[in-house]
Each structure stands twice: as structure tokens, then as C-alpha cells.
């Protein structure tokens, strides 16, 4: 399977009991996409290519807003019903969403990752499908 389908804007929501942040973005973010925290402390989107460093594809969170370099951008590093806006169709009860190796993208299949790319576990598919366990991992080399 290829990458997951890009969440739209009004569907990446948490729940009340979400933890969100706020920091200042790094570069050009996009809603749904998921983020990672650079050396000069702002918020970009994260990438688990093997090209990339460890920090790359080190998700911290969801970002919950669009915005452009050095703008606020929100984001969501823990909840356990978030609503992702992945396609219900491309996920089932208890698939685990990764960091894919094209940046700010997800994937369940392990196969689209090469090896010496960064596996980043990002969350869980909970029941029903339009909802996932956000809780981001630290990366592993893919052997």
C-alpha cells in the first residue's frame, strides 16, 4: 500500500482530552501532517527517509494547523482519540500508523519503508476507523 491519504483540514481533530502545543514553525506546515522538533527549536515536518537524521523522522506530534515559517503552529502529541482523516477505507481496527519516507506522509505497510529508513511509530487505529491511540515513538533503523 502507498502512503495514506493526506488528511483534509477540518478532519484532524482531537479529542477534549488531547494534549496540544504550540511552537513556531520551521518551514512550511501543512494540517494533518506529522511533525517533528529541529536543533533550532521550530517545528517541521517529519520524514523517516534514510537520506534524513534521526531528528527527521522523530514525531512529536500531529500539526493541527497550516501555516508557513515562523508562524504558530499547534500541534497534538498525545490522545487517544484522535481523529486522524485517513480514508476509512485505507485502515482497519488496529493497524499501526508509521512516518513514511516522503516527509509530513504516514503509512501502515512496513514494506513501503526501505531499509536504512527511520520506522517511526505514530499512533494505533482504534475502533471505529476515523480514530486513532496518537502516541508518537522514538525511530528505529529499518534493517
Known sequence: MAALTTPTANSVIPSSAGVVI???AGGTITIGKPVYLSAASTIIEA???STGSVTAATVIGIALNS?????KVMYCVADASFAHGFTASETAPGD???????????????????????????????NPETTMNLAPKTPILKA
Open 47 to 49: 520524514n523517516a527517509d
Open 96 to 126: 499501526l500508523v508509521m512516518l513514511n519516507d516522503t516527509a509530513g506522509t504516514f503509512t501502515i505497510t512496513p514494506a513501503d519503508l526501505d531499509a536504512a529508513d527511520w520506522v517511526c511509530y505514530i499512533g494505533q487505529i482504534n
Open 67 to 71: 501555516c508557513v515559517t515562523g508562524q
Open 22 to 24: 504550540v511552537g513556531t
